[in-house]
């Protein structure tokens, strides 16, 4: 408790003592008090500038992340900002999109292009679940000429994943622009961006690299470019990678513009250092193993995922099932009790699957069991036949490789 009636701030701590282990802990409590300045400046309020030389640098190390010589450029704001102006950067009248709708990033990403002029087509994936490349291929041969094939990766929200290959592969045969959503697949999913045809691929570091969520990335090929460059933008503007390359790459790459939020670049050169320090195929391994240890403990309880095929799965999350006759709040409330926090389902889901965490700091040992242990033992208290111990043996040995 910080008291803000005198120049300086009074801080008010219990500490807990124990007496005498013998008899039943009592515990006492003394007051400490503690004079803080109010003008002491916390180390964030005074944050080095991030020097203009370091962009560029930072940018060629992002491209390792994609597996591409196309360019890079940083877009100041949350991933959700990046997605838009990427559909706003290539929507115009005249042109077709097949848009793979999976969750609501799908659906928003529509609305964004329909908003340029560009006729989208929706593909609709059944509710929590990757879309399949069939439907995909099918509505492509219904369309005729396609200009644009757009679709999310990985969903964490609903811990699926869409066939990316088979969808790039489609775009190419159709000498479409692909244009991906990787922020919750990179780190946990291999891109390979050049080899699969990928013309634009958005990430934010907030997933699986932990890093920070303020500022997105967009990769874009020059095929991507000359599209974009043939669109009409009003610049300058937030929403217009052509204001972005005009201000930077055909610029030299120095100086970003506007203000640039120090802590967001420190902070996501900080989760590149680590990226490389670990190595991004072992962040990747790590991100599988910790899936593939979350869905053996469900299956060990008898419990199937939500998305019972594994290779259609998101490696960051997983999806499990809340049973018949078990309320999902009272599910989520009771797994709160053991000390894990399991994410909801989004919009119909909600109150039909429950989502384990295993990203980024989360794709540990200790996190899964925790996680899966804590989802068992809120279902065996409700009522549900489960056993969690059976998790504990099956993540040990998917985690040993056993």
Known sequence: MRLLSHPAALTLALVSTLHQPTRPLQPTYQIRFSLMPIHASPLLLDAPVYPADRYAPLADRLKQLFATASDVVFVQAEAILALEATASSIARPGTAALNIVTSRYGRYFGSWLRRGGTVVHDVFAKSGKPVSIEAVRTAADRLGHIDIVAAVHGESSIGALNPLKGIAALARSRDALCVVDAVASVGGHTLDMDSLGIDMMVIGAQKALAGPPGVSVVAISDRAWAHIGETPHVAPSSLSLASI????????????????????????????????????????????????????????????????????????????????????????????????????????LDGRIVLIDHTGVNATFSAVLAALVAYGSALRSLGAPVDPGKAIDAVYRSIAGG
């Not at 499990?320 to 797994?335: K, M, R």
């Open 245 to 348: 390359k005009a201000a930077w790459l055909d610029q030299g790459r120095g100086a970003l513009a506007g203000t640039p939020p120090p802590l967001e670049f420190w902070a996501l050169e900080a989760a590149i250092d680590r990226v490389e320090a670990e190595g991004i195929a072992n962040l990747i391994e790590r991100h599988q193993r910790a899936s593939m240890a979350s869905r053996a403990g469900l299956r060990a309880m008898g419990i199937e995922p939500y998305i019972a095929d594994d290779g259609a799965a998101s490696a960051l999350t997983t999806s499990a099932p809340v049973p018949p006759g078990i309320d999902g709040d009272a599910l989520l409330e009771s797994a709160a009790r053991f000390g894990v926090a399991l994410r909801r389902g989004f919009g119909d």
